[in-house]
């Protein structure tokens, strides 16, 4: 099984860092364009400078900006480090198209979906050497992710099904975290805002995080990385 994801990260939480996943996407549908005229890719490079262990590439078009293209264009100026595809994820060949762009990692959603479909295509995903991080919101999702053996799982702290334009915030991870195997990695996603939220989130159970919006909008946007992913 591939986990070099999971294991990038991993890493960077036993060098004593807080491991911040960066959330490379062009619009928020809650906050609009994030970009605003900066090079995707040149700061993914910053990005990776700066610490981060693995990159997040949201490929949804119609909401979030994101295409297939980009997510090669990232993977390419990624170089060794892991890149996971964030996009609602319903077919084997959106799995094929994720390893042909040079993804490690693909993003299952369980709330966009039934469940059968997620079991199947976290199986595709395997087969192909992907390794798959099962995102829940609730805990019935969670029951049902644990269910299959996942051995990564990403808990969202906001209604992807919203298109995540709730005040969501970590009080999910809290919830949630505390009740997930230990040899399971846990990302904590979304509503990540500062420094202090980013610790507490691990302080509650998660190994990582996954921060977009917030980096994009911030003034000095590596100075901000750099303090999320602070020493523990």
Known sequence: MNTKFSDAILKRKKQGFIPVIPDIKYISPKEGE????????????KLIEAGAPALSVVTENKYFGGSIALLGKISEAAGNISVLQKDFIISADQ???????????????????????????????????????VEVHTEEELISAIGIGAELIGINNRDIVGLEKDDGTIDQTRKLAGCIPDNVTVISESSIKTPGEAKEAIIAGADAVLVGTAIWQAEDMIGFYKSLSMKI
């Not at 994030?34 to 490079?45: I, P, S, V």
């Not at 979906?113 to 087969?127: C, D, G, N």
């Open 95 to 133: 799995l094929k198209s994720a390893k042909d762009n040079g993804a490690d990692a693909v993003l299952l959603i369980c709330a966009i979906q039934p469940f059968s479909i997620i079991k199947e295509l976290y199986k595709k995903a395997l087969a192909l050497g992907l390794e798959p991080l």
């Open 34 to 45: 994030l970009l605003k005229g900066r090079d995707a890719a040149e700061m993914a490079k």
